[in-house]
């Protein structure tokens, strides 16, 4: 008789027995061994039916072609700049993706992008060689002035953002600030405020540590509500806000990238990796 040996959301380590029997099938971090399925990662089980997947808890960011991510200019070469992304490979911003406007040869590139600049970029390209190229050029994608960067881990982004945009929206409400988070886990956030920047900035890191338990929505709902003192309503992020929140698909599926109303807006795609609450 088959059966789940794991809770569901629970963290699990390599080799470890997840379910026992044939009526179970192995997917994303996972592998059969004779009729029991075992993990091969550190991750938190999630179970889609009869399917057994595991989601890392840690690891760097893997570029993936249509990938939208806030990168930072490290580097500028004659062809163009040259970026880091939380990725173990840097990437490049080649001269003729890197502004609108005609850029003549042996032009001066740092009038465009300094370094230490950050940037919201699409790849492009991916070679076998793990060359990465990136694309400013278009909807959504501009260099970002002032504001703040948060670092979380890459297979947290879903959470961060929330089904439907749903937990980035309710930072948003409490604390007045823009955010665009990356695909890499890399998180940008502007307000008036400083105080409200670092709620939001706390917020950010709590949901980074706590992603993996149960009733995450309902306890940093309460927790804004008390740094804040504002009333906040669960919804989904469908207000066309000045700024973007990009999410993750599946290790396998294709990311999409749609815009809300303003000329800097991007995607927000909650992905299978979201854990509804």
Request: hydrophobic share 35%; aromatic share 6%.
């Amino acid at each position: 008789m088959s059966k789940l040996v794991v809770e569901e959301k629970e963290v699990v380590v390599p080799g470890q027995i997840v379910a026992e029997g044939m009526d179970y099938l192995p997917s994303y971090g996972t592998y059969r061994l004779g009729e029991n399925i075992l993990a091969n990662r550190v991750g938190v089980v999630s179970l889609d039916g009869k399917i057994i997947k595991t989601i890392p808890l840690s690891g760097k960011y893997m570029a993936r072609r249509n990938d939208v991510v806030i990168a930072q200019i490290f580097d500028i070469a004659s062809s163009g700049w040259r970026v880091k992304m939380n990725s173990p490979y840097p990437g490049m911003i080649p001269v003729k993706d890197g502004s609108f406007e005609f850029i003549a040869r042996g032009a001066d590139l740092s009038r465009f992008f300094q370094i230490d600049d950050y940037v919201v970029a699409k790849i492009t390209n991916i070679t076998s060689q793990n060359l990465i190229d990136l694309s400013v050029r278009g909807q959504g994608l501009h260099k970002l002035r002032g504001g703040r960067i948060v670092y979380v881990n890459t297979h947290k982004v879903p959470r961060v953002i929330g089904k439907k945009g749903s937990m980035v929206s309710m930072i948003k409400q409490a604390t007045g600030c823009k955010i665009v988070v990356g695909q890499n886990g890399i998180i940008w956030l502007a307000g008036e405020n400083p105080a409200m920047e670092n709620v939001a900035v706390q917020t950010i890191e709590k949901i980074d540590r706590e992603s993996h338990m149960s009733g995450l929505t309902d306890r940093i709902k309460a927790h804004l509500e008390n740094l804040t003192g504002v009333t906040l309503e669960i919804h989904s992020q469908d207000d066309g806000n000045e700024e973007t929140e990009f999410s993750l698909d599946e290790e396998e599926s294709e990311p999409t990238f749609e815009s809300s109303n303003n000329n800097n807006n991007g995607n927000n795609n909650d992905g299978d990796l979201e854990w509804n609450e």
